[in-house]
């Protein structure tokens, strides 16, 4: 089962710690799913700066107006 947090309501100051530590938390091939109102694309550099090469990443926009956007985020090898 894939667990799927919403983040909307969170404080966005702690969202992206919070996001690194489920990740580092998952086994290889778990995955889990983000829900963000804003546009993702800065969370994925982040994973990216931190040299966090073993993820896959998909990313949807949920809302027409731009308002939720869905990430699932698969830990590839340890």
Not at 52 to 61: A, C, H, I, M, R
Not at 63 to 69: F, K, N, Q, T, Y
């Amino acid at each position: 089962m894939e667990t799927v947090i919403d983040f909307r309501s969170f404080n966005p100051a702690y969202a992206t710690g919070l996001i690194f530590s489920i990740f580092e938390g998952l086994n290889q091939g778990e995955s889990f799913r983000l829900i963000t109102r804003e546009n993702p694309h800065h969370i994925k550099c982040q994973f990216e700066q931190a040299k966090l090469d073993v993820f896959e990443w998909n990313v949807k926009k949920t809302a027409d107006d731009g308002s939720a956007w869905e990430v699932r985020i698969v830990k590839n090898r340890l």
